[in-house]
Each structure stands twice: as C-alpha cells, then as structure tokens.
C-alpha cells in the first residue's frame, strides 16, 4: 500500500508515470517551516469555494513548534483550480496571543464563509487551561468573507453561546465543517471541535457540534460526546444521518464515531470504537460531490495510517457510509501528521497535510489526485 522512494515514484513525482502518462499524484509544498517568518506551521484546513476558488488555512506559529505562543492564522488563496497559490497572509494576529484552529465551512445560500478558530492568551499553554490554572480561557471566534476570502471580517467572538462555563479546553475542528444537505435540518452549518470538562478529580475530553439554523446569525451546542474523544470532524450520511470522526483516547489505536439521527443535536449510541485506525492523531473525513458512476457520493478519509506513530498518510475510500473502507493509498510511509481533505473544481481529491523528512511538522503539502487512482488499490496491512 505505500508509495516507496524507488525509480517508478521519482518518476511519478517528477512528471511522468509508467508510459509516459501523467502523474497520478501532484505534490505541492504550500507552508515551509523556517520561511514567511514563522518558525513552524502547522493546522491545514482547504475548501474549494461555490466559485472555484480554492483557500487553505494553517497556524503560523512565529517562534517555534509549540502549541501555545505567538500564533498568527494563515491563508492562501488559489484562482486557478490549486494549480498555484498566491503569497500567504495573515488574517488574524493577536500580539503574542495564540489564534488557531482553523474550521471552515461555506453558506451555498449566501455564499458567506465562515472561519471558526479558538484564541488564548500566548503564555496560558493547554495543561495550565485544563487544570483552571492559566490566566485566561480559550475562547471562540468567528470570521466571515463575503467576497470568496479576498477580506475577511474582524474576529467576533461567540463564546458564551458554544462554550459552557465550566468546560476548560475548547478547539473548533480543526479542518472543515459541513452544510446538510437532506432533512428536516437542511441548509443546517456545523462546525465540529472538542473540550475537556473537571469531573471531580478527574478531566474528562469529549467531542461536540456547534450548528446554525439561520445562516450564520446565532450559533448552539449540540450534546457532547463522551468519553476519551477529541478534534473531530463530521460528514452527512446518505440517508441524512450524521456521522462524528473522533480522535480517541480509550482506548488508543482507533477511531471513534457517532451518529445522529436529528442533525447532528444528540447522540443516542455515543461512542463506538470504528475499524479505521490511528496513532492518536487528528483526522480529515468527506463526502465528494455525486457522479455519475457514484450517485450517491463517495466518503474519504485521511490520517496517519498507523496504530502507534505519525507516519504513513493515507487516503481510504467508503462506498457504504463508513461502514468498509476497502480502498487505500499512501501519500508518503514517512512522517506525516494532521490533514485536510477537500475536492477540487475538477473533481479531483486534495489532501493538505503535515510531513517532513525526519519529524511530521516540517511543512504542509498539497496532494492532489483522482478518485480513480485511489480506487486503484484495494487496503492492505495498515503498519508500514
């Protein structure tokens, strides 16, 4: 299943593949570590815009690779399909504060996009937060472009209507959200993310929503998930349903999942363990726009394809609403960590992701391929 450094893959990377065709997979570099003036980046969010136009997000994070610190919100904006990108920029930077994790979803009514991101104090890092001991408390925040991202919005904050005042941890995402598209809650924007709340002596993480019914006007918690949960990430079944992809604690190794039957407000069945696996990681899952030979769409995912380490990026494929996954490609079998899938105007399937050659967070690199070439190749062991 994995892509090996040899005379074929140098071929595919540089240009051809077997016969002179095209490559299957193009590869580019869109945030370099140690260039722009930030130490790392790190966080990938993409989505492809009603128009076409194609915008990825990222934390620039100015000083080093951690956490919390002087982190500014990135962009990149491509008009021509993702083929090129036009410089980064910086849409929101407070001082030495921290404003991260990207989530972005589109209005297909209005057109607006929205940018979910969570925000705190530079010196408060997340074990401080956990424990009520920092000086502040993450907050949340939103952004809107109404003009295909070329200007964005000052953050406004809307955390006293998605945060409940005893949950301590909060981040939105990161990656995308989702707009339903059948039911009674069509039209319906979510935006996943995660929390940790005190239970007596204990911290107890779990997994949420935050939906609008009204284009963007107000914004509600849905019921959380428990327990073990973290960054999730959220995809509209066939049926309408609604399916949460969580990181998962408890226990380690695999994902976890629920489904709600009412658009995403409550959970019946909580948490149950799913067969993708992982290395404790965040994850990026969506459905691609029906074809004709798909009707009613296909599901992706991405993530770390591996039960113990951040290696081997790998893109899977369900034809059955996540219940198999009988498709996989590796990206690359090395280091790689957090992803972002989104599909391209020409339909072809982007994966932005965290990678470097000897640690995953080195750089943020744009794939791009067809769902034939995915389907090309039947899942295998899963460990390099």
């Known amino acids: 299943m994995r892509l090996h450094i040899s005379f074929l893959a140098v ?108 925000w705190n104090l530079g010196a408060d890092v997340e074990h401080r937060i956990d424990s009520g001991q920092s000086k502040d408390t993450r907050r949340v925040f939103i952004l809107k472009s109404s003009d295909d991202g070329q200007t964005w919005s000052r953050p406004q904050e809307i955390t006293a209507a998605v945060k409940p005042k005893d949950w301590r941890w909060y981040a939105t995402g990161p990656g995308i959200g989702i707009q339903l598209n059948h039911g009674l809650h069509k039209g319906r924007l979510l935006i996943p993310g995660n929390h940790t709340v005190p239970r007596g002596s204990s911290m107890v993480s779990g997994s949420q929503l935050i939906h609008s019914d009204d284009a963007g006007a107000t914004w509600k918690l849905s019921e959380p998930v428990y327990s073990g949960c973290n960054e999730s990430q959220a995809v509209e079944l066939s049926d309408g349903r609604v399916l949460l992809n969580m990181r998962n604690y408890q226990p380690k190794g ?19 363990l799913s067969d993708l696996i992982e290395p404790v ?32 990026m790998t893109v899977q494929a369900s034809l059955d609403d996540c219940k198999t996954w009988p498709f996989a490609r590796s990206l690359t079998d090395g280091p790689a960590a957090y992803s972002c899938l989104g599909q391209l105007p020409d339909n072809r399937i982007a994966c932005l992701y965290e990678t470097g050659d000897k640690n995953p967070y080195r750089k943020i690199v744009l794939a791009t391929f067809s769902l034939d070439w995915l389907m ?4 295998q062991d899963p460990n390099p």
């Open 11 to 118: 071929l595919i990377m540089s240009g051809f593949g077997c016969a002179g065709q095209p490559r299957p997979v193009v590869f580019q570099d869109i945030f370099v570590g140690g260039q722009g003036g930030y130490d790392t980046y790190r966080i990938p969010s993409i989505i492809t815009t009603h128009k076409g136009t194609v915008l990825v997000f990222c934390e620039g994070r100015k000083n080093n690779s951690r956490d919390a610190g002087d982190i500014d919100m990135m962009m990149r904006r491509s008009t021509d399909g993702g083929k090129t990108f036009a410089a980064q920029s910086v849409i929101w930077d407070d001082a030495d504060n921290t404003c991260g994790n990207p989530c972005v979803v589109q209005d297909r009514q209005t057109g607006i996009l929205w940018l979910f991101a969570t």
């Open 254 to 272: 695999t994902r976890a999942i629920a489904v709600s039957s009412d658009g995403g407000q409550t959970w019946p069945e909580g948490k149950v």
């Open 281 to 312: 990681c965040q994850a990026s899952i969506l459905r691609l726009s029906p074809s004709a030979q798909h009707p009613k769409g296909v599901i992706v995912f991405s993530n770390p394809h591996h039960t113990g380490k951040r290696v081997n």
């Open 376 to 379: 090309t190749q039947t899942a």
